[in-house]
T-cell receptor
Framework: RKEVEQDPGPFNVPEGATVAFNCTYS??????FFWYRQDCRKEPKLLMS???SGNEDGRFTAQLNRASQYISLLIRDSKLSDSATYLC??????????FGTGTSLTVIP | GAVVSQHPSRVICKSGTSVKIECRSL??????MFWYRQFPKKSLMLMAT?????????EQGVEKDKFLINHASLTLSTLTVTSAHPEDSSFYIC???????????????FGPGTRLTVL
């Protein structure tokens, strides 16, 4: 079983739509959670950390559900520039980072 | 802050040659650096974890004699692809993790990647 699983998509949504991604993780001892964004042929860049209390950054909201072992990312009022692959990352102890396969989003004019 | 550079950004080489890729943390010390490779439309695959001053830890299936990693200082790690073949063509990305005293210790900061094409 993979440590982190994501629906690869692709998600094709119109501008202005709200879109949500989920990511599940298998190890209940996982400590830290992140969403990264990766543009085509570029390196991943941190979008936001995910906390149990949930956190919001502008149009982006991240949630963590430890009981069900999933994290989510909600994007409101989608922009064309949001088109990218979104990676969820889960860490265990030490240097154990686990990446999901990424969810592809295309925002259509 | 937390900038990671990689050099070169792109390299094309003949089969059988060796290629060295450098990864530098520019404004922080990184006791740990990671090397990934990524094929088109695929996820990042961790190749090895590099700790300053010690031998790298390779993931299963990654040949340590083919992918030589050196982490001689707190700001520099190198990956050398030895005797490269066309199947080694890929996007190689490094990342760096700040030292344990840093507030961003749990994050990874990625370099811009190196696109290797072996003819």
């Amino acid at each position: 079983r993979k440590e982190v699983e994501q629906d690869p998509g692709p998600f094709n949504v119109p501008e202005g739509a709200t879109v949500a991604f989920n990511c599940t993780y298998s190890n209940s001892a996982s400590q830290s959670f992140f969403w990264y964004r990766q543009d085509c042929r570029k390196e991943p860049k941190l979008l936001m950390s995910v906390y149990s209390s949930g956190n919001e950054d502008g149009r982006f909201t991240a949630q963590l559900n430890r009981a069900s072992q999933y994290i989510s990312l909600l994007i409101r009022d989608s922009k064309l520039s949001d088109s990218a692959t979104y990676l969820c990352v889960v860490t265990l102890t030490g240097n154990q980072f686990y990446f999901g396969t990424g969810t592809s989003l295309t925002v259509i004019p | 802050g937390a900038v990671v550079s990689q050099h070169p950004s792109r390299v094309i080489c003949k089969s059988g040659t060796s290629v060295k890729i450098e990864c530098r943390s520019l404004d922080f010390q990184a006791t740990t650096m990671f090397w990934y490779r990524q094929f088109p439309k695929k996820s990042l695959m961790l190749m090895a974890t590099s700790n300053e001053g010690s031998k790298a830890t390779y993931e299963q299936g990654v040949e340590k004699d083919k992918f030589l990693i050196n982490h001689a200082s707190l700001t520099l790690s190198t990956l050398t692809v030895t005797s490269a073949h066309p199947e080694d063509s890929s996007f190689y990305i490094c990342s760096a993790r700040p030292n344990p005293r840093a507030s961003s210790y749990n994050e990874q900061f990625f370099g811009p990647g190196t696109r290797l094409t072996v003819l």
